[in-house]
């Protein structure tokens, strides 16, 4: 009876990472998340702390460190003193730079490595004015942990009402994935179900196959063209820079409606345009400096150069409901393994770039 208490303490303790995990906390990659979040307030460092001390030994990951060679969590005491990050701001020196200073702090993050020894996560509190907030809190975590949604829904989980200390905030509302097959379609005889099937089920090993030979012809030789957006070889190195935009939600909504396609495709569709503005100017810089060098200069505003190949990766989101309102509930009622889900893809999808009239 001893030795099975025992070896079901020693489970809990430890557990094996899975191996998406294990890609992430690996030194090699490394990748973290960030999340940035502005308040309307300044924020007491001394309320945060409170609410770690008495909330994070409810959550596994938060109380758990890798072991030595990456491959289990091991439950360990948490000093939430060690995770909350408050530096010393003079507000005379940063003046009206606050958006500066804070990007700049973020850049700066990007280069320091969590530490290993205790779980890997970590707030840093920002007293500073921006454009947009009175305060910026962020919040740094390896994507071991989890992905952007999980955790994210997981820190509004740890939220109140402002209007009512004593409620929980509104749960994110779960919806459904569109279906792929209309509703008149189902309506119809089997015939035609079944022919849409069959052309779905052929259409989709098609693309599998286009999709391997272009991953196989992208490790041997299908290479991008070289421009300023190409990583180098140490790129891994450089330090990164984070820079936003906030716009207006029912502007998405408007184009969605109107050219009946999702909000990412709308977000996509933003990302590639500012994209595509940001290196036609690259080049047409380049076109100036051959000017003074004696080049000829076209008279044409669209620098950019034609067959330009660019691949960028893209993630998604494979839960089959998006949002997670269960999530939205004390620790304890929350599923753990909703909130450890590492439940998305990794695509690559070809950028055009392209000025539009």
Not at 232 to 260: G, Q, T, W
């Amino acid at each position: 009876m001893h030795m099975e208490e025992e070896g079901r303490m020693k489970n809990e303790e430890e557990e094996p990472l899975s191996p998406m995990a294990r890609l992430f906390q690996s030194p090699d990659t490394g990748m973290c998340n960030i999340i940035n979040i502005g308040f309307k307030s300044k924020m007491n460092p001394d309320v945060v702390l409170h609410a770690l001390r008495h909330n994070v030994y409810k959550h596994p990951r938060f109380c758990s460190k890798l072991s030595e060679n990456g491959a289990k969590w091991i439950e360990t005491d948490v000093n939430v003193e060690d995770h909350v990050i408050v530096p010393s701001i003079d507000p005379e020196e940063i003046c009206d730079g606050g958006q500066s200073y804070v990007d700049d702090y973020i850049s700066r993050l990007t280069m320091i490595p969590l530490d290993r020894s205790r779980p890997l996560w970590d707030i840093h509190i920002l007293n500073v004015k921006t454009l947009d907030a009175k305060a910026v809190g962020i919040i740094r975590f390896n994507h071991a942990l989890g992905d952007g949604m999980s955790f994210f829904s997981l820190v509004l989980a740890c939220t109140h009402k402002t209007s009512n200390p004593d409620m929980l905030p509104t749960a994110i509302p779960s919806v459904k994935r569109r279906s792929t097959v209309s509703h008149r379609l189902k309506k119809n005889d089997w015939f035609l179900r079944a022919i849409f099937t069959i052309g779905s089920t052929l259409r989709l090993i098609w693309n599998t196959i286009v999709d391997m030979f272009l991953l196989f012809a992208t490790m041997f030789f299908l290479k991008d063209t070289e421009t300023p957006l190409k990583g180098r070889a140490n790129v891994r190195s450089n330090p990164k820079r984070c820079y936003h935009r906030n716009i207006s939600l029912d502007d998405i909504k408007l184009i969605k409606n109107a050219m009946n396609m999702t909000i990412n495709d709308v977000l996509l569709g933003i990302t590639q345009a500012a994209l595509s503005s940001y290196i036609n100017r690259q080049y047409e810089q380049q076109d100036k400096n051959n000017e003074e060098d004696g080049a000829l200069l076209t008279s044409y505003p669209n620098s950019l150069p034609d067959g330009i190949r660019f691949r960028a990766g893209c993630t998604v989101n494979l839960r089959p409901d998006i949002g997670k309102p269960s999530m939205i509930g004390p620790f304890d009622e929350a599923p753990v393994a909703a909130l450890l889900d590492l439940s998305f893809g990794w695509d690559r999808v070809p950028s055009r770039f392209n000025l539009g009239q």
